[in-house]
């Protein structure tokens, strides 16, 4: 990412996936190239009895009409030497190499503005045969209600499908995947699948949700019973068959619509599974950063990546290193690799209807790839919108990723928006462990180094944290102080599956338990009113009324934060629009706290009556100035005359 001889200049190359042609010399129509001269792996002479084979391709199908540059890449067999022809009206092949000794074909497409719908057909040969495969070029879709993004308008709901409801017992397991479902290990499949999230729209519209993000839903290891969370993708264009089929997963994203919930993927370009086949046979010497023998180790230390007198050393291990030491490492350095996974997510999007992304791991990948990537997206669908996991609680750290700007180097990430990690360690800090609301003044008071801090991921928990009601300090009032502040933050706020119901739960894997009534044989089903234990039923009833007033006031959502007061256990802001003012006010003390306001030289300045909208108390106005009782771990909103 900085200007060094490690790194390559900032590429333009992925725009041309849709603006460009490839430089190649062209022929008219289908062209006819012998690609064996580009051998950048393994050079083994080709056994003259054995006929070429392609077992995959990457993408499996695309789209007329909206891309001109397309690169497929097929995995097979007996590839060495091979001659690539097509005959397909309006489509070109432009060129094409074979890698790793023949397991490997790239070929890339120039599809004409005007090509119509149909198989293009694709011939291979080789000094020891031939063979074909049709290519799907398909008409796209209506494209009305999909694509929409989201914004602080949205009440973000986070759901690990694995863990939510098993709505199809015949993939617990799927026949290929034996030994992998036991729902009395924290590390194993335990059923959760599309049906089950879909069978449960209902209940997510009645809380007052209106978009659901998914962790990663690709397929992964067959094998691996640890791979229920979906970071381990062996295969980057199918659907996990323990979730259902892709036909299951176009259902949820049409249910989800048709309910006025959007629909956010997980996006993980930044490594795939150990068991992945690009592990054991790489398409290019480059296809990674290192080797599964020899590679850097993952670091989280991202104050490196935002010093601009950082040499390459101190930042390399995080943009190249293998997480975990376990998962290998992209190289988006390599223009193939970029854009394959360019690719990737808008083959996805247009498979699905999804409405934006969630970008996992984003600091370890270049921004000059997420550059190329938003770039990209966005000339296909101009309202997508996208997250970036960025898990530091340094605003400073935090704000450089963002999109909107250009940094020291020249590059802008593209990124819509990032977590709010500063504001999440605040909240449990500041609330949860009793240490001071000032925490939580002194994050917002660096919302300047954002470029549109409204538009931050606001949350207490998800999962890769311990439970909110498994936080230290945490009780049932605290939990409803939490959920209260961070439904009339600024930005757009995010649920975890089962906070709502005050689920227990330590760290990882504990934090990831099943939500009751979402499984065969689940004794109680926490999905129905008569379910819910009273305190359940307490907590869910809190956080519905939030929402409930959140989507009844704009203020709320899209209003000016004002600070108004704080002190070590209190805390007042406003939210305010042209329209509306609000007063929301909090008391995260031990005992029952009279607050004395001054409205004086503040945007609540002039108000006449305070007119209670979540809390028992009324307040008392004088002038300027207003007195409030409230009890301990509470908080109030008003609204302002």
Known sequence: MRNSTSRRSPRVSHVRLFTLVAAVTLIPQCSSLHAASTHVASHAEPQQSAT??????????????????????????????????????????????????????????????????????IEIVTPSGKTSLNFPLLARKSSQGKFQGFSPDDTIYLIMPDRFADGDPTNDPPPASPGTYDRSKARAYHGGDFRGIQNHLDYLHDLGVTAIWLTPIVDNDNSSPQDYHGYGAVDEYAVEEHFGTQKDLQNLVAAAHAKGIKIIFDFVPNHIGPKHPWVAAPPEPDWFHGTKEHHLVASGDFQFLTDPHAPPKYWRNVEEGWFANVLPDMNQENPDVAEYFIENAIWWAEETGIDGYRLDTFPYVSRTFWSEWHQALRQVYPRMTTVGEVMNGDPVITSFFVGGRAQDDGIDSGVTTVFDYPFYYALRQGLLENDSPARIVNILSQDLLYPHPELLWVFAGNHDVSRLAG????????????????????????????????????????????????????????????????????????????????????????????????????????????????????????????LHLSFAGTPLKGARRLTPLLGAHDGNINGDDADLTLAPDELEIFSIE
Not at 506 to 518: A, T
Not at 566 to 581: I, K, L, M, P
Request: hydrophobic content about 35%; some cysteine.
């Open 471 to 594: 936080a230290k300090g945490a009780s049932l009032e605290k939990i409803k102080l939490a959920f209260s502040l961070v439904l009339t933050m600024r930005g757009t706020p995010e649920l975890y599956y089962g906070d709502e119901i005050g689920m227990p739960g330590g760290d990882d894997p504990d934090n990831r338990r099943d939500f009751p009534g979402g499984f065969p044989d689940d004794k109680q089903n926490a999905f129905t009113q008569s379910g819910r234990t009273p305190e359940q039923q307490e907590i869910f009833s809190h956080v519905q009324k939030l929402l409930r007033l959140r989507n009844e006031h704009p203020a709320l959502r899209h209003g000016q934060l004002w600070h108004i007061s704080w002190d070590q256990s209190s805390y007042a802001f406003a939210r305010t629009t042209n329209e509306e003012r609000f007063l929301v006010v909090f008391n995260s003390g031990a005992t029952a706290k009279t």
């Open 52 to 121: 070429p084979k392609i077992t995959k391709m990457d993408p499996p199908n695309w789209w007329v009409g909206f891309t001109s540059d397309l690169m497929v890449l097929a995995s097979g067999e007996n590839l060495e030497g091979a001659t690539v022809t097509c005959a397909s009206e309006g489509v070109r092949l432009t060129r094409s190499k074979i890698t790793d000794g023949g397991k490997y074909l790239f070929f890339w497409l120039e599809i004409a503005p005007d090509a119509r719908p149909g198989d293009t057909a």
